[in-house]
């Protein structure tokens, strides 16, 4: 069987595009988070009762006292407070197994959006 010889910087170039495919999958399930005012959002792939048991596990963990909570089939509502902070969490059904999550929290009534994108990340178990 004869080999064939290729110039040494192309296995460099064929061994970086088989990691690119191998990958890919992994890095197509990171979402991008927009922070706007005091909200944090994202539309990523599951249900809206598998990111709303995230998100009340995680205001619980963060010490959210829970004041609301609006529960459907199609979407999910919670606010609480901790301290001087408000938090609201809208989980909505998008369609095609996708749902969108927006964070908003203040604090002494001013927009908080690095506590929104905190909660966020940690809601999407980052």
Known sequence: MNAIALPRWLYGSVAAFIGALVLAPSTACAQEIRVAGS???????????????R???????????????DVD???????????DRRVEVEIDDEG????????????NGQPDPEYARMVLERILGR
């Open 96 to 107: 095609g197994n996708r749902v969108e999550i927006e964070v908003k929290a203040r604090r």
């Open 73 to 83: 089939g199609n979407d999910v509502d919670l606010e609480g407070r901790v301290g």
């Open 55 to 69: 998100a009340e596990a995680v205001l619980q963990e963060l010490g959210v006292q829970i004041t609301e909570r």
């Open 39 to 53: 909200k944090a959002e994202t539309v990523v792939q599951g249900t809206v009762s598998e990111y709303g048991r």
